[in-house]
């Protein structure tokens, strides 16, 4: 079955633009999660979906980042006037329940170079 | 602050070799501890997951080992393949916020032929 799918895998913008990464989790699962990832480091909590709304959204570094799950499959990470700190991997999970025993299933990530 | 570390940084091992990384953790209260590999360019895919009451759990050639006295874990990796050079990723989530795993660094295996 398909996994998780994160749109584009690469993408490239100038300081100050705004951009949108798109995930799309595996069918049924109703926890999403978005993580940002440096270079030699771990996955980074940013927020946490179960069905539509956001349970934890207490990663977010600033107002600058938004996400949004409004029929609670597709999420969308959005990011405002970026800057060049925010050029990382963005990480999507999902897990069937958001259960503590639920694994996580990762997509391959989004890439996002601000230059 | 929660924090999750693991060592070696980085460890490289020859084919067929054992090795053991190893994770050290001050979140509390603990709920569960997963390990997690990743390999480059892709998203961390679940080894193990433990709970509380769990010391040991296998999966195939890899066996995580538990001790929520100390707050240790081991990830235990037996005849190395190549296939297995990639990071290992400890995660650790306490029980009041479930939901909020708290990543280690990761420590990078490379196996060589």
């Known amino acids: 079955g398909a996994g998780v799918s994160q749109t584009p895998s690469n993408k490239v913008t100038e300081k100050g633009k705004y951009v949108e990464l798109r995930c799309d989790p595996i069918?049924?699962?109703?926890?999403l999660y978005w993580y940002r990832q440096s270079l030699g480091q771990g996955p980074e909590f940013l927020i946490y979906?179960?069905?539509?709304?956001?349970?934890?959204d207490s990663g977010l570094p600033n107002d600058r980042f938004f996400a949004v799950r409004p029929e609670g499959s597709v999420s969308t990470l959005k990011i405002q006037r970026t800057e060049r700190g925010d050029s990382a991997v963005y990480l999507c999970a999902s897990s069937k329940s958001g259960q503590l025993d639920s694994p996580l299933h990762f997509g391959n990530g989004t890439r996002l170079t601000v230059t | 602050k929660n924090q999750v570390e693991q060592s070696p940084q980085s460890l490289i091992i020859l084919e067929g070799k054992n090795c053991t990384l190893q994770c050290n953790y001050t979140v509390s209260p603990f709920s569960n501890l997963r390990w997690y590999k990743q390999d480059t360019g892709r998203g961390p895919v679940s080894l193990t997951i433990?709970?509380?009451?769990?010391n040991t759990k296998s999966n195939g050639r890899y066996t995580a080992t538990l001790d929520a006295d100390t707050k240790q874990s081991s990830l235990h990796i037996t005849a190395s393949q190549l296939s297995d050079s990639a990071s290992y990723i400890c995660v650790v989530s306490d029980s009041t916020r479930g939901q909020n795993f708290v990543f280690g660094p990761g420590t990078r295996l490379s196996v060589l032929p």
């Open positions: 979906f179960q069905g539509t709304g956001a349970a934890d």
């Open positions: 433990m709970t509380f009451s769990e």
């Open positions: 069918s049924g699962h109703t926890a």
